[in-house]
């Protein structure tokens, strides 16, 4: 098993440029993830799903999109990158179960810097 | 709202001394509570975590925290640090519906010779 991976591991953009971070798990999840992670804030949550063709806003989510198309890959986009989304994005997935409290597993991140 | 406060950004022991790292949390429900590392240039690994069994939790590398409802706290331990527990520690509460986490903001822990 793979485990979640995260497609591209570096990316540099221009603002105003596009891009997608593509994420991939082999663990047959429901529940996957995007977070952000900036120094001195730890990590923040941008954009959630609990199934196939399902997302959510989480804390974060201005000047992002997603789509969850394929149960094991979450996309996140950016339409017109700010250097404000310099950052590291981590995605992470779990299963789904009737309570909180199942594990997140991460992937490695895809670092991105805006200029 | 859940969150959770973490005391000490940088936290510096010698080798073979007490691991100390504090987790606080603010939780309107019984909380589910984590504590995740991340080694440089990688992504977060689960440590351990409470779900409401026990009390006093075990997680690897000899890592252990205690979950103590009347102090809000989830402090994590391990008794003879090793040079390679330096790592950045996450604490996180899990927020209801869709199993989201907030995290700390992190503690950085650096271990001398």
């Known amino acids: 098993n793979a485990g979640v991976t995260q497609t591209p591991k570096f990316r540099v953009l221009k603002t105003g440029q596009s891009m997608t971070l593509l994420c991939a798990q082999d663990?047959?999840?429901?529940?996957m993830y995007w977070y952000r992670q900036d120094p001195g804030m730890g990590l923040r949550l941008i954009h959630y799903?609990?199934?196939?063709?399902?997302?959510a806003k989480g804390e974060v989510p201005d000047g992002y999109n997603v789509s969850r198309l394929k149960k094991q890959n979450f996309l996140l986009g950016l339409e017109s990158a700010a250097p404000s989304q310099t950052s590291v994005y981590f995605c992470?997935?779990?299963?789904?179960?009737?309570?909180?409290?199942?594990?997140?597993?991460f992937g490695p991140g895809t670092r991105l810097l805006v200029l | 709202a859940q969150s959770v406060t973490q005391l000490g950004s940088h936290v510096s022991v010698s080798e073979g001394a007490l691991v100390l790292l504090r987790c606080n949390y603010s939780?309107?429900?019984?909380?589910?509570l984590f504590w995740y590392v991340q080694y440089p240039n990688q992504g977060l690994q689960l440590l351990l975590k409470?779900?409401?069994?026990?009390?006093l939790v075990k997680g690897i590398n000899g890592f252990e925290a205690e979950f103590k409802k009347s102090e809000t706290s989830f402090h994590l331990t391990k008794p003879s640090a090793h040079m390679s527990d330096a790592a950045e520690y996450f604490c996180?509460?899990?927020?209801?519906?869709?199993?989201?986490?907030?995290f700390g903001t992190g503690t950085q822990l650096k271990v001398e010779l």
């Open positions: 992470a997935s779990s299963y789904r179960s009737g309570r909180s409290g199942e594990t997140q597993y």
């Open positions: 663990m047959n999840h429901e529940y």
């Open positions: 799903s609990v199934g196939e063709g399902t997302t």
């Open positions: 939780s309107s429900v019984p909380p589910y």
């Open positions: 409470y779900t409401s069994a026990a009390t």
């Open positions: 996180a509460v899990s927020t209801g519906g869709g199993n989201k986490l907030t």
